[in-house]
């Protein structure tokens, strides 16, 4: 791979973006990297993801505009939906996934960030969708994910006037969990995964599931999804360890996805 590379850390692995001359900014070829890491994650073994920018200047600063700027509609279509099929690969993996968003987190590089589970930023952080300033529509989730993660009002004000907001406002609007130094960025993301890595994995994954299944439907559906996750958990070999060690007062054992 040309530009991405991919590390595992234990139970935890990192995908970078490394097209740091270009402010990592998504081409196609990128995307399909991306997918063929993303595909090639050995969910045996690893129990969170984090994805980050190369250098500290930017996580990703959007779409390559180079290369949108020739495309027929038809193309644009099939850039958006390229692009579109990555992003909700990642929403959907079992495990979850961290953006360590460095620097720039514009246009894709925002939808990238909100394809994650958690979202921590650096201090440099700016964030925005300034697609209707080039033209175009956000194309890889923005219109959709921004609006249900911040105010509705917030999100169509950076939709339709491009406006960027700094880490610190990000925080406010709860489209970040925290803000660190830029070379404290990673170290916590570390730090987080590792105690997401430390607990149950199968009650991990079915936590994730059940919150983005139940999002998409009623309250009574989204409850009866919850039922049959939380029940899925009973009788595997860290439910009764960990239950074990509870009652027990001893420390919670190591779990073993089983």
């Keep these: 791979m ?6 595992q850390k234990g139970a935890i692995a990192v995908l970078t973006i490394a097209r740091e001359k270009a402010l990592n900014a998504l081409n196609s070829q990128v995307l399909d990297e991306m997918d063929a890491a993303v595909d090639a994650i ?11 920018g190369a250098g500290q200047k930017s996580f990703v600063a959007g779409a390559d505009i180079g290369e949108m700027s020739t495309l027929t509609k038809a193309e644009g279509e099939a850039f958006g939906k390229k692009g579109n099929d990555v992003f909700r ?21 925002c939808e990238l960030s909100m394809s994650c589970d958690i979202r921590l930023a650096s201090e ?11 033209g175009i529509t956000p194309g890889f989730g923005g219109t959709q994910r921004l609006a249900r993660i911040i105010p509705v009002g917030k999100a169509k004000e950076m939709l339709y006037a491009g406006t960027k907001i ?43 599931k ?49």
Excluded: H
């Design 2 to 7: 040309n530009f991405i590379q991919y590390e």
């Design 42 to 52: 050995n969910l045996d073994e690893v129990r969170c993801l984090i994805i980050t």
């Design 89 to 109: 690969k990642i929403e959907t993996l079992p495990i979850p996934v961290i953006a360590a968003v460095n620097g720039f987190a514009l246009g894709g590089g």
């Design 124 to 134: 440099n952080a700016v964030f925005g969708q300034p697609e209707t300033g080039l």
């Design 166 to 208: 700094k880490a610190d406002e990000a925080l406010a609007l709860g489209l970040v969990n925290a803000v660190y130094p830029v070379e404290e960025l990673l170290p916590a993301a570390e730090k987080l995964a590792g105690k997401i890595a430390r607990n149950a994995p199968i009650a991990v994954r079915a936590s994730k």
């Design 210 to 258: 059940a919150v983005n299944d139940g999002l998409q439907v009623s309250i009574d559906e989204a409850i009866a999804i919850e039922e049959k996750l939380f029940g899925s958990c009973f009788e595997t070999e860290d439910q009764v360890n960990g239950m074990k060690a509870f009652l027990n007062k001893e420390k919670a054992p190591a779990f073993q996805n089983k």
